[in-house]
């Protein structure tokens, strides 16, 4: 008898935003409206078939970014190299109302364990820029859950707000 073939870890992540699925969508094309809640800085605009970096200077590190599809107000999906691999992720929009529902998934990773710690660590990371997206588009403030998340690990010359 053979063992059953280890199926591939998916990061995954929903929230309810409540304001209009178009500003949703945009918070996350726009690097001027992400950096408020995730990265630092981003090069460019998402729009199909762009490459642009995505900068996270409190820690030092960066990434690139590949968009395969737009949909506006519907689906982001991009691929992105990450310290260990390339992976894909895909944002859906689904207006509620006067409210979204955004759900984040994170693929590639591979059936071992090491893909699994990384699909888990995907999973929180993103279940913190969904909160942050929240409390930014509902509240106006920036929540600097990614920033406080690893601060022993923040670059030497990162000064704090």
Do not use: C
């Not at 990061?11 to 949703?24: D, K, Q, T």
């Not at 929180?124 to 909160?131: D, E, N, S, T």
């Amino acid at each position: 008898m053979t063992a059953p073939a280890a199926s591939a870890p998916i990061a995954s992540a929903g929230m309810l935003i409540r304001r209009p699925v178009a500003e949703v969508f945009a918070a996350f094309v726009d690097p001027a409206i992400t950096a408020r809640f995730w990265f630092t800085g981003g090069s460019a605009p998402l729009t199909p078939g762009a490459e642009v970096r995505w900068d996270w200077a409190m820690y030092g590190v960066s990434t690139d970014v590949k968009v395969k599809a737009i949909e506006p107000e519907r689906r982001i999906l991009i691929d992105w190299d990450t310290a260990t691999r390339p992976t894909e992720i895909e944002w859906r929009f689904e207006p509620r109302g006067d409210a979204t529902w955004v759900t984040v998934e994170n693929r590639g990773f591979p059936a071992t364990g090491e893909g699994v710690a990384a699909a888990l660590d995907s999973t929180g990371g993103f279940a913190l820029v969904m909160a942050g997206a929240k409390i930014w588009l509902e509240h106006g403030v920036e929540p600097g859950f990614v920033l406080d998340r690893f601060p022993d690990s923040r670059a030497p010359d990162w000064k704090d707000r």
